[in-house]
């Protein structure tokens, strides 16, 4: 997987990369961010005209029904840069572009291959914005970009393996480092540190006190939220339930709390940014992500069953509002003996936030609001 890998790291760097899926060779390029330079030099070096891939949401956002897959949008070459924006992730499409030019994109979808799938599982791998460029390399211009991979200035990566990058390695989670660290609600505590295979993320254990492991753990799986965690940040109740997690685990007599890697229901803080924006011109939290062409939650707990199965737990106490936090857990052999509620305070700038999590994500939030009225 070092490939895919350092792949991740070149799309994150402007670079494009190459994917080899059968006898197609299909060069992928970042949307964000891509500058004319760089999208002319993909078309240089293809021999083709880049066109674009979207992901199903973004799909659905530009109004295309029923949009179970992704799609590969052809586009003009006139018009790779001039409204790359406003068809990968603009927040009116139609005011970038033109009715009757939208309804002509829509008609030019092209069914999504397995390099387009690819390309989108290694943007939303490495946290950029799920469309991504792609141009299939012209016959004429092979041995030029084999050329080009084998003096190290272009990476290939096979299709299959960068679809897959998204799964990451079951158990193969590494305990990396530790220390005691007290904090202001639970003056015994042990923070350990685990690396995913890749190199990408890093989560932390907070063990609080001594926990009987034999008993159900009482437990909290946070997702990292910079504004509200270290910010106090308004539009959201993150930071308010970490604190009062870390207080009720210590009260219960000592738990863990992980803390995730998962910035924004897992589409990174740049996307979070720009999601919020959006919510600023009426949009809710999950139709925000839609635009951007991201799922309502694209949080995979994989990695907190591999925490905890490193930790020695198997039976937990779990503090959440969310269900699918439950689940993911049942599924991955974790055995939910409780839930408990976990509430932060309702406030003028996260109620419409709360509201969606409860009205349209399923959390189990009515005693929040049933407290305000």
Same mark, same amino acid.
């Given at each position: ?22 006898? @197609? !060779?299909?060069?992928?390029? *970042? ?6 330079? +760089? ?6 070096? =293809? ?7 979207? @992901? ?15 799609? %590969? ?5 006139? /018009? ?37 799938? +690819? ?19 012209? /016959? ?19 299709? #299959? ?31 350990i540190l685990f690396r995913e295979p890749d190199g990408m993320r890093e989560h932390v254990a907070v063990v609080i006190g001594d926990p009987?492991?034999? @008993?159900?753990?009482?437990? !909290? ?13 308004? !539009?959201?109740?993150?930071? /308010?339930?970490? %604190?009062? +997690?870390?207080? #009720? ?48 939650? /694209?949080? !995979?707990?994989?990695? *907190? ?21 439950? =689940?993911?857990?049942? #599924? ?22 709360? @509201? *969606? ?12 609001f049933r407290a305000r009225r």
């Amino acid at each position: 997987m070092h490939q895919v890998e350092r792949a991740i790291f070149d799309l994150r760097r402007g670079l494009p990369v190459l994917l080899l899926a059968g006898e @197609s !060779r299909v060069l992928v390029q *970042a949307v964000e961010g891509a500058a004319q330079a +760089a999208v002319s030099r993909l078309d240089e070096l =293809a021999g083709t005209t880049p066109a674009l891939v979207l @992901s199903r949401h973004r799909l659905a956002a530009l109004g295309v029904e029923p949009a179970t897959r992704a799609a %590969r949008l052809p586009l003009p070459a006139e /018009e790779v840069t001039a409204r790359l924006g406003a068809l990968a992730y603009g927040a009116a499409p139609v005011a970038g572009l033109g009715q009757a030019r939208l309804e002509a994109c829509r008609a030019a979808l092209q069914p999504a291959e397995v390099a387009d799938l +690819a390309a989108l599982a290694l943007m939303r791998r490495a946290l950029l914005v799920p469309s991504a460029l792609v141009a299939r390399v012209a /016959e004429a211009r092979r041995d030029e970009v084999a050329a080009a991979v084998a003096d190290g200035t272009l990476l290939a990566v096979e299709a #299959e393996q960068a679809a897959r990058c998204l799964e990451g390695a079951a158990g193969m989670l590494r305990r990396v480092s530790e220390a005691r660290i007290p904090l202001a609600d639970a003056d015994d505590c042990r923070f350990i540190l685990f690396r995913e295979p890749d190199g990408m993320r890093e989560h932390v254990a907070v063990v609080i006190g001594d926990p009987a492991l034999e @008993s159900a753990v009482p437990l !909290r799986l946070h997702s990292a939220c910079l504004t509200g965690d270290l910010f106090g940040s308004l !539009r959201c109740d993150c930071g /308010e339930q970490l %604190r009062k +997690a870390v207080a #009720e685990i210590e009260a219960l007599g000592g738990g863990v709390l992980l803390y995730l890697a998962q910035e924004g229901r897992g589409i990174g803080l740049a996307n979070k940014l720009r999601a919020y924006t959006l919510q600023d011109s009426g949009l809710d939290t999950l139709d925000a992500d839609q635009i951007l062409g991201f799922g309502e939650d /694209e949080r !995979r707990y994989g990695v *907190a069953v591999d925490m905890l199965d490193a930790l020695g737990i198997r039976r937990v106490q779990l503090m959440t509002n969310n269900p699918l936090k439950m =689940a993911a857990l049942t #599924e991955g052999g974790i055995e939910v003996v409780e839930r408990q509620a976990l509430y932060g305070t309702l406030n003028d700038h996260n109620h419409r936030y709360l @509201s *969606a999590k409860a009205d349209r994500a399923g959390h189990l939030l009515d005693e929040v609001f049933r407290a305000r009225r």
